[in-house]
């Protein structure tokens, strides 16, 4: 079993920046992948950024050159350094850890005011 817990949400200008935190707990030894995702309201979760063990990144275009993510394996922390950021980054923001499976955090809201 794995926890997240996520942290870092809130409310900023267009063109702010803002670093999101999420601290696993648990069977850290067995994630592979650590992700951000986010969902905005009506629309499905999306993959916005995932790091794997080795550092390998992805990034979803929409993002690409503004988000970066990393990883503390040390503290089996993952970050999201999120800058100019736009009004269409409004969502909810997840954390997710894969092992065999997939677990989530409960969310926290990013909200861009324009």
């Known amino acids: 079993q794995v926890q997240l817990v996520e942290s870092g949400g809130g409310l900023v200008q267009a063109g702010g920046s803002l670093r999101l935190s999420c601290a696993a707990s648990?069977?850290?030894?067995?994630?592979?992948?650590m992700a951000w995702y986010r969902q905005a309201p009506g629309k499905q979760r999306e993959l916005v950024a995932q790091?794997?063990?080795?550092?390998?990144?992805y990034y979803a275009d929409s993002v690409k050159g503004r988000f970066t993510i990393s990883r503390d394996n040390g503290k089996s922390t993952a970050y999201l350094q999120m800058n100019s950021l736009k009004p269409e980054d409004t969502a909810v923001y997840y954390c997710?850890?894969?092992?065999?499976?997939?677990?989530w955090g409960q969310g926290t809201q990013v909200t861009v005011s324009s």
């Open positions: 790091i794997t063990t080795g550092g390998g990144t």
């Open positions: 997710n850890a894969k092992t065999y499976r997939s677990y």
């Open positions: 648990g069977s850290i030894s067995s994630i592979n992948v």
